[in-house]
């Protein structure tokens, strides 16, 4: 079965520092990986995704196979990255469901 | 151009009673996505649409959720009857066809069943 863990509810860290939000998976194969974010009072949206290999918003995340994670990092947190973050994982091939972990709730303090 | 929309953005009605949800996805977007999150869960799931036709609907909670996409334009999501377990926020998805085209969320619509 595939899952995503997110074993952090709540990262609270003060502006300036680093950030790294944890993400486990499993899945039987090769799956894509992302990190959604949804700021207060908007949608849920796409940050980046390891295919990218892209950095958003000064975000990167990389994908370790043996560890099977895909942590989120960034290194000067601001606040307006305050959030919450979602980790999630599809099949390749396009238009595939997504499975979602729970969240954390990023909170940068000032 | 308009994201992916929904209506009502909230809706709570009464166990037993029956709540339609509507998804408006971006125009142009074959695919079409349900998901649900209840509260202290991850979001799941429910069933994607291809055009008019369920590509997968592994995600139906049960036979009370009827999804529907008439003419491969919005779809609408019924819960017939609602019970307290239903209670929830629904999210709609839509996206392009193809390997690597990103899932456009809408707002989602809040149910509460009381």
């Known amino acids: 079965a595939q899952r995503v863990t997110q074993p952090e509810k709540l990262l609270s860290v003060f502006k300036g520092a680093p950030v790294e939000l944890k993400c486990n998976y499993s899945?039987?194969?090769?799956?894509?990986l992302f990190w959604y974010v949804q700021y207060s009072r908007q949608r849920l949206q796409l940050l980046l995704r390891?295919?990218s290999r892209e950095s958003i918003k000064g975000f990167t995340a990389d994908l370790n196979k043996g560890e099977t994670s895909f942590h989120l990092k960034k290194p000067f947190a601001q606040e307006e990255d305050s959030a919450m973050y979602y980790c999630?994982?599809?099949?390749?091939?396009?238009?595939?469901?997504?499975?979602f972990g729970i969240g954390t709730k990023l909170q940068v303090i000032p | 151009e308009a994201g992916v929309t929904q209506f009502p953005s909230h809706s709570v009605i009464e166990k037993g009673q029956t709540v339609t949800l509507r998804c408006d996805p971006i125009?142009?977007?074959?695919?079409l996505y349900w998901y649900r999150r209840v509260m202290g869960k991850e979001i799941k799931f429910l069933l994607h649409?291809?055009?008019?036709?369920?590509?997968?609907e592994s995600g139906m909670p049960n036979n009370r959720f009827l999804a529907e996409r008439t003419g491969g334009t919005y779809s609408t999501l019924k819960v017939q009857p609602a019970e307290l377990e239903d209670s929830g926020v629904y999210f709609c998805?839509?996206?392009?066809?193809?390997?690597?085209?990103?899932?456009?969320f809408g707002p989602g619509t809040r149910l509460t069943v009381t």
């Open positions: 998805a839509s996206s392009l066809t193809g390997p690597s085209y990103e899932q456009y």
């Open positions: 899945y039987s194969g090769s799956p894509e």
């Open positions: 390891h295919i």
């Open positions: 999630a994982l599809s099949g390749r091939g396009g238009y595939q469901k997504v499975t």
């Open positions: 125009s142009g977007h074959d695919n």
């Open positions: 649409f291809v055009k008019e036709s369920k590509q997968d």
